[in-house]
């Protein structure tokens, strides 16, 4: 009788073992798929980063409203009459943010995680076969190659390259007052009011493809 005993209570033993053992696998697995124990997807770091660009375009364009308040607006679309007054404005409002922004550096906006994204982005039509079209557009209409500068100006009387639509479709959206221009084999994020340089990317189109 003692040693059915002892049998019986060796095998509930062996059973409550073995549960516990399953029970404590179960909570190993379970601790893996936690939500956001996981390293975060490429696309959730590309949002993140493009929300990074976007808060940075808000704030310059914040001061570069704050500071075209402070003078007379250039006029978009002038009569002759209004060029020379157009010209004393938009050089006013570059002074100002030349004096507000006077220790900007290249990379502060299209910083290298940005950078980055828009290059991954741009590759297929800046730098592939499949992209001739599009580039062969942007250097129909380019300007003359000049030496770029953060705050520096952008050549009065200089063309503006054609900047293709699946090329605008891939970089994103900018306000009023900013624009994106290609110059040489570069991407250059354009004050169209201030008429200067805000920020500029190296080298995003191939020189001869």
Same mark, same amino acid.
């Given at each position: ?58 704030? !310059? ?18 009569? #002759? ?56 557009? #942007? ?30 479709? #891939?970089?994103? %959206? ?5 624009? !994106? ?10 004050? %169209?009011?201030?008429?200067? %340089? ?5 080298? %995003? ?5």
């Amino acid at each position: 009788m003692t040693i059915h005993v002892r049998v019986l209570f060796g095998i509930i033993a062996a059973a409550v073992l073995a549960f516990g053992c399953a029970q404590s696998t179960g909570r190993t697995g379970a601790r893996v798929t936690i939500a956001g124990s996981q390293p975060p997807t490429q696309a959730v770091l590309d949002r993140k980063v493009l929300a990074d660009f976007r808060r940075d375009v808000d704030r !310059y364009m914040t001061l570069h409203n704050k500071l075209l308040r402070q003078g007379t607006a250039p006029k978009q679309r002038a009569d #002759i009459d209004d060029i020379g007054e157009n010209r004393v404005s938009r050089n006013a409002l570059a002074t100002r943010i030349r004096v507000a922004r006077h220790d900007a550096e290249q990379g502060d906006i299209l910083t290298p995680a940005i950078a980055v994204t828009l290059r991954t982005a741009m590759n297929p039509a800046l730098r592939s076969p499949t992209g001739a079209a599009a580039r062969a557009s #942007i250097r129909e209409d380019a300007p003359a190659t000049f030496v770029l500068e953060v705050n520096g100006d952008y050549p009065e009387g200089e063309s503006r390259s054609t900047m293709p639509g699946n090329v605008l479709q #891939i970089l994103p %959206v900018l306000p009023p007052g900013l624009e !994106y221009r290609i110059v040489d084999t570069h991407l250059v994020l354009m004050d %169209v009011d201030a008429n200067i %340089v805000v920020d500029y990317l190296l080298d %995003v189109m191939c020189a001869i493809c």
